[in-house]
């Protein structure tokens, strides 16, 4: 099993909340690792489709099975997120807690892919993005036209202190030019 620094309650809530901001759908949350963010999403699968945990160490994924019995967990690597099959018209929230950063390039770049693959395809879909990077960097860049980053928290009690990223359509203006 990785070492890992799990999340704190605070930075847990700060991602519940931005996941609850508007109709969740499916949620799906990968690399759940001790299961600190999975425990404060939870409670709220009674307003969801669906809740899917992808988590590649079996370790990890053993232990998020046992703790909770009432999701889907895969323990399959997150550049596979895109072959969930779903209607075609139910919007997905996507929590990740992949360390990009840190994560070999291409496997980074696979997962990246995976995911926009996943949002795009699915309508009023988000990626939700914890970094403990500078405040200012968003977690990736090369996102699709018509997509922005919204800084949603910067949550200063979580060690390090980390800021939660959103990754969502970007509203059109009034003249239909994003
Ligand atoms: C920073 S830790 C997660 C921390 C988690 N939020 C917690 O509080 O315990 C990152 C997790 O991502 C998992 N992971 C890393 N690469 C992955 C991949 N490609 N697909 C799925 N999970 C991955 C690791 O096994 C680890 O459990």
């Known amino acids: 099993m990785g ?8 930075l847990a809530r700060a991602i519940r909340d931005e996941v609850l901001r508007s109709e969740p759908g499916v949620l799906i949350e990968v690399g759940a690792g001790t299961g600190a963010i999975t425990r404060a999403l939870a409670p709220a ?3 969801l489709d669906r809740f899917v945990v992808f988590e590649r160490d079996p370790e990890f994924a053993e232990l998020l099975r046992a703790s909770f019995p009432q999701l889907e967990v895969l323990n399959h690597c997150a ?3 895109d072959l969930l099959t779903m209607a075609a018209d139910t919007p997905v ?5 992949l360390p990009l950063l840190s994560m070999p390039g291409d496997e980074a770049r696979d997962c990246i892919e995976a995911m926009l693959t ?4 699915q309508p009023r879909s988000r990626l939700i993005q914890y970094t403990y990077a500078a405040r200012h960097l968003r977690p990736f860049s090369g996102i699709p036209a018509g997509w922005r980053w919204r800084r949603s928290a910067s949550v200063w009690a979580n060690l390090p202190p980390a800021t939660v990223w959103a990754l969502e359509q970007a509203p059109l203006s009034h003249n239909g030019i994003h």
Do not use: E, G, H, K
């Open 79 to 81: 550049s596979r997120v």
């Open 93 to 97: 929230t996507l929590v990740s807690s």
């Open 3 to 10: 070492a890992i620094a799990p999340a704190s309650r605070a």
């Open 45 to 47: 699968l009674v307003a």
């Open 118 to 121: 996943l949002i795009a395809r």
